[in-house]
């Protein structure tokens, strides 16, 4: 058990760092994204308008997408531990990719949603809280299945699919 220990111990700091990294890039878009909509207003950040734009919603569905993978990849840690033909370095890789391929799901996921690709209504409203950006964002960090579901269904919209779901590589003899 020690030796999960200090597996999860490295897992949480790895992870913390890709997050935070990551938060520091949104800041960075946020920020961008005031000088340049709101002629460098800064005070409009501590608006509840800022929490409402389309842009904010996105990046707090990022965020969540983040968190969602952090999540899941501390629920799936006991499995890691049978994976004794894995390297450090590749779980290390792995941990600390997920959080960013979570982040990177959530934000094309809110993107989708916020043009209109994909339509969701809740309850009847179509409209999009931040709460909605929240779930959405969290459940497309969490589960890589969710959100690859749903951008079957843009891709669809599109004309890419052919409305198969994809299958897996055949293995040859």
């Not at 949480?12 to 460098?40: G, N, P, Q, W």
């Not at 409209?127 to 969710?146: C, N």
Request: include cysteine; glycine fraction near 10%.
């Amino acid at each position: 058990m020690p030796g999960l220990l200090a597996k999860a111990i490295t897992l949480i700091c790895f992870l913390a760092i890709t997050v935070l990294l990551f938060l520091v890039s949104c800041l960075m878009l946020v920020v961008i994204d005031v000088t340049v909509l709101h002629e460098a207003d800064l005070s409009y950040l501590l608006t509840t308008q800022s929490l409402t734009s389309k842009p904010m919603k996105v990046l707090i569905g990022t965020f969540f997408g983040c968190c969602g993978s952090v999540v899941s990849l501390l629920l799936r840690l006991p499995d890691f531990e049978i994976l004794k033909d894995k390297s450090r370095t590749f779980l290390r890789a792995f941990g600390g990719t997920q959080p960013v391929i979570g982040g990177i799901f959530a934000f094309v996921l809110g993107a989708l949603i916020s043009a209109k690709i994909i339509n969701i209504s809740v309850g009847g409203s179509s409209d999009l809280s931040p709460w909605l950006f929240v779930v959405l964002g969290f459940l497309a960090g969490f589960s890589e299945r969710f959100t690859r579901n749903l951008l079957h269904v843009a891709e669809s919209h599109f004309g890419g699919a052919t409305g198969q779901s994809p299958q897996p590589p055949q293995q040859g003899p």
